[in-house]
Each structure stands twice: as C-alpha cells, then as structure tokens.
C-alpha cells in the first residue's frame, strides 16, 4: 500500500501520553473510535432512519466481527444525547437515548427479566425488583398505578414488561441502542424467535423510540420471522472493506498509527498489506492487533517490527474462523459471495423442500457473552 494513502484526520497521540505507564497508553488506544468511511456512512443511515422512521421502527445492524459496530453505537449515543440536551438544556426529565449490552444467561438462555431490569435503571425508573408490585385503581375518574401490598411475590415477566412500555412513554428515549444483540434471539426454534421478535418490537409499538439491535450476522434473521417486522424493521449491514477499497483501508490504517502512543512514532508502511490481510480489511481486528504490539513493545524495550507485528496475529485457526463467518454473514445479507470467497456453491434442500444455495463450509455460530454496561465512555476521535 503507499503511504500517500494517508487518512486526511491530523488527530495523533499527545506528546506527554508517550511516556504515561504502558495501562494509560493502552487504554487511550483501545478507547480511540476513528471516523472512516464505512462507520460514517452506517451512521449517516441510521441517523436517517431515526429521523424519518415510523413509530416502533427496529433497526437491524449487522457486520462481522471487529468491524466497529460497537463503535457506533458508542458515538451515536453521544450524539443524540447532547443534540437532544443542547437543544433542551432545561430538560430535567427525557432520556433521549439508552446504550445497553445484551449477554446470554449461563445456560445459553437469555433471561428477559434481568434485560428488562437494565433497562429500566438506564432509563432511571424504580428498579422493579426492589419495588411492590402495581396495580391500577380508578380514583375520582382517574386512573393510578398504586403499590400493591396484598401482593409480595417476585414480579413476573409481564410486571417488568408494562413497567417498561410505561417507562419508555414518561422518558421518551429517541433511541435504544442494544450492542450483541444475538444473544436475545438466540433459539434453536423458529417459532421462539418470532415469539422474542414480537415481544421486542412490542417494546415500542406505540412510541416515537426507535430501537436498533447490533450483532453478528445471524441476527439478520430477526426482520424476516414476520411481516410486521419486514414492514417497520430494517437491516444496515456494516461490512469490512472489500480488496477493492484497499487505498480507503489504508487510511484507516496509517490513522490508527498516528494515535499509536509509542515512543518515537511507529511506521507501518513496510507491514501495510500484511495488517490489511490479517484484520481481514476491519478497524476492530486491526486495532486489537496493534494493541498486542503496543504492549509487546513495551515488554520487550524495542520498536515494533516485523516479528512484534507477527507475534501480535491471530492465529491461523482463529482468523480462519473469523474469515469463515464474514463470508457466509455476507452472502447471507447481500445475495452474492464475498469476492475473496473461493468456495464453491452448493443447492441445499431446506425442510420445506425448496432449494437454497449455500457453501461447501458453514462456520459455526459464536457464543457471545458480555456485561450489560449504559455506556463504554469511549473517546471520539477523527471525524466520527
């Protein structure tokens, strides 16, 4: 790759962060979220979407992993949040926007209760499970929703859930962003995951909110269990750049290394095509990447080379694993392989008896477990 190809952002690391303990370092560099093509245009979609979407409009977005997904809900709820306070500074009550992470349950199964939970202390409403249960009651006409304390057992899946659709009503957030979503849908049964679909989409049915699930490729399934969530649900798909957009990767890659905070600057025009190829083309496989080497570095007392950049890689087994997923997400999603796919296609006779084209391969899906977190405070840099 030429080094010409230089991204046009003039961000760089601060000069004194070079010499802060290697756990600053690290952290002002895993933090860094850098504007490029693909992250601004998803962006631009879903900020579109918001604006011009219908009442209770799911938001699907897909990609493969380290792709910076993530990413973009981090700075999307930066966004809407101060647009919304700039322009209501006395706003004491809305919420304009909720930052969630979704996580499976022990067992694989996701527990709505604890979801629910989360989002109601993001939303700042009375955690449900520390409060009795309500009951309505009409007193002079008017309608209340009262404690109810003939009633001490634990509230029930549908206590938490009209809890939130009226939670949701009194805050009025413009958007609930819920970052590895796939482990909600997560079922072997079709009829489970509609069943979850609906309940989700419910959520909103009658609010300006607009909710957006971001995960991996199997969650792309979720738009098409119903015409309900075909007609209000869309898919924005965040791929990696593809073998021809490399001059638009390498931006991206000499960006990141002006923000690597190492002593006496780092060049990694030497290794361009070899980063490009082990990150298969995304900033989050990228940056993680030069992470190890940042910290390698440190370790070892020597700039980074060649052997601290390959000590740094995935390996084979892993990134074949990763590259797997990407190429069966995407033609998933877009209806033609990947043009570094070389696989062949196969007619698959599903269940019903039609025929489906698939790969020879299918990478198997990745559990994926986390902690639910309102926000990762995550540092925008470039023009993100």
Same mark, same amino acid.
């Not at 230089?6 to 070079?18: G, H």
């Not at 380290?66 to 919420?95: Q, W, Y």
């Given at each position: 790759m030429?080094?010409?190809? %230089?991204?046009?952002?003039?961000?760089?690391?601060?000069?004194? &962060?070079? %010499?802060?303990?290697i756990k600053f370092r690290l952290q002002y560099f895993k933090n860094a979220i850098l504007g490029h093509d693909i992250f601004d245009d998803v962006l631009e979609k879903i900020e579109a979407a918001i604006e011009c979407?219908?009442?209770?409009?799911?938001?699907? &977005?897909?990609?493969?992993?380290?792709?910076?997904?993530?990413?973009?809900?981090?700075?999307?709820?930066?966004?809407?949040?101060?647009?919304?306070?700039?322009?209501?500074?006395?706003? #004491?009550?809305?919420?304009?926007?909720?930052? *969630?992470? @979704?996580?499976?349950?022990?067992?694989g199964r996701f527990d709505f209760k604890e979801f629910y939970e989360q989002i109601l202390e993001a939303l700042q409403a009375p955690l449900i499970s520390n409060t009795l249960p309500e009951v309505k009651r009409v007193i002079c006409g008017r309608e209340f929703f009262l404690p109810d304390i003939t009633n001490r057992r634990a509230p029930t899946v549908s206590a938490y859930r009209a809890r939130l659709r009226r939670s949701i009503r009194e805050r009025k957030p413009r958007v609930l962003f819920f970052d590895e979503a796939s482990a909600i849908i997560a079922s072997s049964k079709p009829d489970r995951v509609r069943s979850k679909s609906n309940t989700l989409r419910s959520m909103v049915n009658s609010s300006n909110t607009t909710m957006i699930l971001s995960g991996a490729y199997d969650l792309y399934d979720l738009v098409l269990q119903t015409g309900q969530l075909a007609r209000r649900g869309d898919?924005?798909?965040?791929? @990696? !750049? *593809?073998?021809? =957009?490399?001059? #638009?990767?390498?931006?991206?890659? !000499? @960006? &990141? =290394?002006? &923000?690597?905070?190492?002593?006496?600057?780092?060049?990694l025009t030497p290794f361009a095509d070899d980063l490009s190829n082990q990150s298969l083309f995304t900033t989050g496989l990228l940056k993680k990447i030069l992470t190890n080497a940042i910290a390698l570095s440190d370790k070892l007392k020597r700039p980074i080379d060649e052997e601290i950049l390959?000590?740094? !890689?995935?390996?084979?087994?892993?990134?074949? #694993?990763? =590259?797997?997923?990407?190429?069966?997400? !995407?033609?998933? $999603?877009?209806?033609?392989?990947?043009? %570094?796919?070389?696989? @062949?296609?196969?007619? $698959?006779?599903?269940?019903?008896?039609s025929a489906e084209v698939s790969t020879t391969t299918t990478a198997k899906k990745r559990g994926r477990v986390g902690k639910t977190i309102p926000t990762r405070g995550a540092v925008e840099h470039g023009h993100a």
């Open positions: 030429p080094r010409g190809t %230089n991204s046009d952002c003039e961000e760089r690391c601060p000069d004194d &962060l070079v %010499n802060a303990p979407g219908l009442p209770g409009t799911m938001l699907v &977005l897909v990609g493969p992993a380290g792709v910076g997904k993530s990413s973009v809900g981090d700075v999307l709820h930066k966004r809407v949040s101060e647009d919304f306070f700039e322009a209501n500074p006395d706003d #004491k009550h809305t919420i304009p926007s909720v930052l *969630l992470e @979704a996580w499976s349950g022990e067992e898919v924005i798909h965040m791929p @990696a !750049y *593809l073998p021809s =957009q490399k001059r #638009k990767f390498a931006k991206v890659l !000499y @960006a &990141l =290394q002006d &923000l690597m905070p190492v002593k006496g600057g780092c060049d390959s000590l740094s !890689y995935y390996k084979p087994a892993q990134l074949e #694993k990763l =590259q797997l997923e990407m190429f069966d997400g !995407y033609y998933k $999603v877009e209806g033609v392989q990947h043009p %570094n796919d070389k696989r @062949a296609l196969m007619p $698959v006779t599903t269940g019903e008896g």
